[in-house]
């Protein structure tokens, strides 16, 4: 029987050596092998600088930039196709397992530091850059999209252009909730929470609850008057 000193010692040494090169991806594989699955291997991203990436990730992307102790589970795929911009994972950013990020188009992915992804989530940066702020929680299931398609009569659907209102920020502390979507020209304010299921179609102050679809304002964390309610509430973004 293997203690747990033991095995906290070979990983630690085995991540030493980790990274995206392909020596460094099988000395990933080692240092988990005595590791469960899933969260267990967080704490694998701060044995080394170069932090943790699942070994049946997929890494297709020629401007990934990594911060230090970087997180990226299993199943993880991170993407470039044609003229993508490049993805910026800050430090100790976490990326749950089967989450996509992927970029095209000029448009880029940056996540700031200590934010978490968890699984099944969707970031497509196409034509204009998303952004995620500092300790952001992100839980399952959501979907960022920084672009739409044309929707004129003369072409099919499938050859309609991409085009874009603009970006999407995420600024810092904003808490998202399962399965909630974020559309192109969308800001969410500092410390913002998004509940569950709501599709983001417009700007989200700071502070603000959103709930519902399209997402509108029902309430602030920090105690807001009731004359900025009565503004939120005539601008129709609070229901």
Not at 86 to 102: C, F, K, Q, S
Not at 142 to 147: G, I, L, N, P, R
Not at 155 to 176: A, E, N, Y
């Amino acid at each position: 029987m293997i203690s747990g000193k033991i095995k906290k010692l070979w990983a630690r040494v085995w991540m030493h050596f980790s990274g995206l090169s392909n020596f460094g991806r099988i000395a990933t594989r080692m240092a988990a092998l005595f590791t469960p699955p899933y969260k267990s291997r967080c704490y694998l991203a701060a044995c080394s600088p170069k932090g943790y990436i699942a070994p049946n990730a997929t890494i297709h992307h020629g401007g990934l930039h990594l911060g230090e102790s970087v997180f990226i589970g299993d199943r993880v795929v991170i993407y470039r196709a044609r003229d993508g911009g490049p993805v910026e994972l800050a430090r100790g950013v976490h990326i749950h397992n089967d989450t996509i990020i992927e970029t095209g188009e000029s448009g880029s992915v940056e996540i700031g530091a200590h934010s978490s992804i968890q699984p099944r989530c969707q970031f497509s940066g196409y034509k204009a850059p998303i952004r995620i702020g500092c300790n952001v929680q992100i839980a399952p299931n959501c979907a960022f999209y920084s672009y739409n398609h044309g929707f004129r009569s003369d072409k099919s659907v499938q050859k309609q252009p991409l085009q874009t209102k603009g970006g999407i920020v995420i600024d810092d502390d904003v808490w998202i909730g399962v399965g909630v979507i974020v559309l192109d020209g969308v800001k969410i304010g500092k410390g913002a929470i998004i509940g569950a299921g709501a599709v983001v179609t417009h700007n989200i102050p700071d502070g603000a609850m959103a709930v519902g679809i399209p997402a509108r304002v029902v309430k602030f964390r920090g105690g807001t008057g009731n004359d900025e309610l009565m503004e939120y509430r005539h601008r129709g973004m609070i229901s």
